[in-house]
């Protein structure tokens, strides 16, 4: 079946100029940008934004330098490992946990370049698109829209051009992609492959095998790693949130202040881990069992196994999971200074929290997890 993805697609090179022209009309887009560069006037940042012919111009000379600068000021550096696992010429569907709304795909692609890869195209939800021009502003960088909130009748067709999407990109345009394993971040960091995305990207596969289906898209698990997660205090306040009132919904300003937060806040150390492709193991799959339920419950399983075990554990991990799981089952691991300086981080960011009801234990015990999470699946996975 032919399908339309004008609706979702990033823009091709010859939409960017107009693209850029729209952004540029937007006043707030461009206080936006000049407030990541300071030190560029005015006119010469419009100038420089309608000079881009194509979205890889527009990476590597804009959005490159304001990562490098975030890697500076934000993180005690990032790692990209694992890259002897996979051909540089061949094109990945990367899975990944997801812990940022922006910076997960953002950082994976400024190491990409520096391993002199191309960058992957990103795909995010329309329930982030709070602005006109945000959505042109993802699209003009590679980023293509999942559709969310829909009936279950359009969820099939929505579903169905997104997996030929994908089918599209990886093998016609040659572009690898990057995809979380979930629809939103796992705000307690207990990181798990949704089944339901493992049936769409079997929706537009040319076999009636779901594993076969599964083997054309090269899926290849990345494991995400942060030391610092900037947004730990804004998920424990709405887990706070949800459990006072079971309705609570995030409104799409919290959403922008997400966005901020993980941009702009310390990160510590952060690593990426490519495991490789999963094709092997997939086959193993089959001569398990011919279900395809179970088939799809396994592969989201084994991408969930690389996750978990390529995780880099840092001595917050510990520390959070001796506090919740254990009797000092790591102390060796750290000194008593790093406990003190992870304990009073932890209650720097709790006194961040404004909320009426404020629980403090609760929302400590929450943050605690999210930095156990990692090390209690990893355990598990070993």
Known sequence: MEYNFDEIRSYNPEEVPAAMQRLCEEKQFMKVVSTLFPLMPKEQLRHK??????????QKEMVYPFLQYLEA?????????GV?????EKTYLYISNHRDIILDSALLCSKFLEHGMETVEIAIGDNLLIMPWIEELVRVNKSFIVQRGLSARQV?????????????VLKEKKNSIWIAQR???AKDSDD???????????????????IENLKELNICPLSISYEYDPCDFLKAKEFQQKRDNPEHKKSPQDDLINMQTGVMGYKGKVVYHIAGIINEELDAITKETSNRNEQIALAAKL?????????????????AYDEIYSDNEFARDYSKSEKEQFEEYLDKQIR?????????????LKMLEMYANPLKNQLAAQ
């Not at 002897?84 to 540089?88: S, V």
Request: charged residues 30%.
């Open 73 to 81: 000021n934000m993180t005690t550096g990032i790692n990209l490992e």
């Open 156 to 168: 099939l067709e929505s579903s169905a051009r997104l997996s030929a999407y994908l089918r599209h």
């Open 352 to 364: 961040k929290i404004d909320l009426e009801n404020k629980d403090r234990d609760f929302l400590r």
């Open 84 to 88: 002897e696992n996979i051909d540089k």
């Open 303 to 319: 991408i969930d196994y690389h996750i978990h075990s390529n995780y880099t554990i840092y001595p917050n991990n510990k520390i």
């Open 192 to 210: 798990r492959t949704q089944e339901s995305l493992l049936k769409m990207f079997n929706l537009g596969g040319n076999s009636n095998q779901v």
């Open 183 to 185: 629809e939103g971040r």
């Open 49 to 58: 934004l309608l000079s881009f012919r194509n979205s890889d111009d527009l």
